[in-house]
């Protein structure tokens, strides 16, 4: 049985010593957000999607939410109030970049995300570009760590 359902309010918690998790919790960690989804542990990792103020989206696992019993300083991220920005939602395929990323890990996500949107958000494709190299980077080395 799921520990979250969707529309409930959870907080991103800290870290309890899997070293992969740690880019994305330091990240997000503190935040509030709303589940908007969830996929069955048995089929993904990190079943829970989790929706924040301004429309970032990532996916957990149960470890890494706490719930919120704070409401009245909790955002409100209610999915009818969600906005896809412009930038990942652009794609000629019409593919949002969210439903590529969300089934891979952190590092891998991210570095999708900024070439997804390369040239879009910011004039400069090519610092979006190193950005995602610097993505690459970091998950080449949570893998060469993890032999």
């Known amino acids: 049985m799921s520990k979250f359902e969707v529309g409930d309010r959870v907080i991103v ?10 880019v994305a919790n330091a990240i997000f960690r503190g935040r509030k957000g709303e589940v908007s989804s969830i996929t069955p542990e048995d089929t993904y990792p990190y079943p829970y999607g989790v929706v924040f103020g301004g429309g970032d989206r990532l996916n957990f696992a149960e470890n890494e939410l706490e ?12 999915m009818s109030e969600v906005v896809s920005p412009a930038h990942y939602s652009s794609h000629p395929s019409g593919v949002e970049c969210i439903d590529i990323v969300k ?9 999708i995300k900024y070439i997804w949107r390369s040239g879009l958000k910011s004039p400069d494709a090519v610092i979006d570009l190193e950005k995602a ?15």
Do not use: C, W
């Open 13 to 22: 918690a800290s870290t309890d010593g899997y070293e992969h998790l740690a």
């Open 67 to 78: 719930p919120d019993t704070d409401f009245s300083s909790a955002p409100e991220v209610a």
């Open 103 to 111: 089934h891979m890990t952190f590092p891998l996500g991210n570095a």
């Open 133 to 147: 190299k610097r993505y690459i980077e970091i998950e080449i080395e949570r893998i060469q760590e993890s032999k």
